[in-house]
């Protein structure tokens, strides 16, 4: 299909349970063959610390890079704050360098309550849902409304597209040309299991792949377990240190929020 990476669930609030045995038993054989492995988990953000904790077992359990998973219970009055602390605790764990993503709302025209900006401020690329099926869009229509709403929180952004429900073929493979004629260096799709064999395939037709851009070691909705992901060349820089690799791929510092 030429992939460069699967997204696999790793935990869920603070736990890692049985999502965390799941990363354990494809990390290995993913990076045997060739594949970055990027850990993603449902946050609540009401139990920081277990998250942090849960982010440190999926780091340890060999993923390159996580993304965190944030939606309906940061639209509250409370969700900045949330997230502030959740990037403190983060920042504070793992450091400025940690290969950290958020994926989230596509559309923050339609969810103003939700902490973009405290995310994007400890996060180094956003992943937003980009499932144009799901909100009666085209491709088309949805990618731009999502970048012309994520514009303003200066993050790079890698989207995530729909490979589950009624989207057609020529869809995905659209969504993976638009993305590039925009110049975003990285996408990926959700999700594996739902997909049919017909949209599966046209993931392995789409504009990026690892063999026209280079192969990468390489997060996404929360009751999903496996994603696949793709990158173009630009991204994926100093491929022999990827737990460096957000950081270094988007160009970006994360800053501690607090400062």
């Given at each position: 299909?030429?992939?460069?990476?699967?997204?696999?669930?790793?935990?869920?609030?603070?736990?890692?349970?049985?999502?965390?045995?799941?990363?354990?038993?494809?990390?290995?054989?993913?990076?045997?063959?060739?594949?970055?492995?990027?850990?993603?988990?449902?946050?609540?953000?009401?139990?920081?610390?277990?998250?942090?904790k849960a982010m440190e077992k999926a780091f340890q359990a060999g993923a390159d890079w996580l993304a965190i998973d944030a939606e309906d219970e940061y639209e509250t009055r409370e969700g900045k704050n949330k997230a502030l602390k959740l990037g403190i605790e983060?920042?504070?764990?793992?450091?400025?360098?940690?290969?950290?993503?958020?994926?989230?709302?596509?559309?923050?025209?339609?969810?103003?309550?939700?902490?973009y900006q405290e995310f994007s401020s400890f996060c180094s690329v956003c992943l937003p849902q980009v499932y144009w099926g799901l909100v009666g869009m085209t491709p088309?229509?949805?990618?731009?409304?999502?970048?012309?709403?994520?514009?303003?929180?200066?993050?790079?952004?890698?989207?995530?597209?729909?490979?589950?429900?009624?989207?057609?073929?020529?869809?995905?493979?659209?969504?993976?040309?638009?993305?590039m004629a925009n110049g975003l260096e990285g996408i990926s799709y959700y999700n594996w299991q739902h997909a049919t064999e017909?949209?599966?395939?046209?993931?392995?037709?789409?504009?990026?792949?690892?063999?026209?851009?280079?192969?990468?070691?390489?997060?996404?909705s929360k009751d999903g377990t496996l994603e696949g992901q793709r990158h173009s060349r630009g991204v994926w820089k100093n491929i022999s240190l990827p737990w460096r690799g957000i950081r270094d791929r988007f160009k970006k510092d994360p800053p501690c929020p607090c400062s």
């Open positions: 299909m030429g992939l460069s990476g699967l997204l696999v669930k790793a935990w869920d609030g603070g736990s890692s349970g049985l999502f965390l045995e799941q990363l354990l038993q494809i990390v290995k054989p993913a990076h045997d063959a060739g594949l970055f492995v990027g850990a993603w988990g449902y946050s609540y953000g009401n139990n920081i610390a277990g998250e942090v983060v920042t504070r764990t793992f450091g400025p360098e940690a290969a950290l993503g958020y994926t989230t709302f596509a559309l923050p025209q339609y969810h103003e309550t939700f902490p088309e229509e949805a990618l731009a409304m999502s970048l012309r709403g994520l514009e303003e929180f200066k993050l790079p952004v890698a989207p995530v597209g729909q490979s589950y429900g009624e989207v057609t073929s020529d869809e995905i493979i659209r969504f993976s040309q638009l993305a017909a949209q599966l395939n046209a993931v392995g037709r789409g504009a990026y792949g690892k063999d026209n851009f280079g192969i990468s070691r390489g997060p996404a």
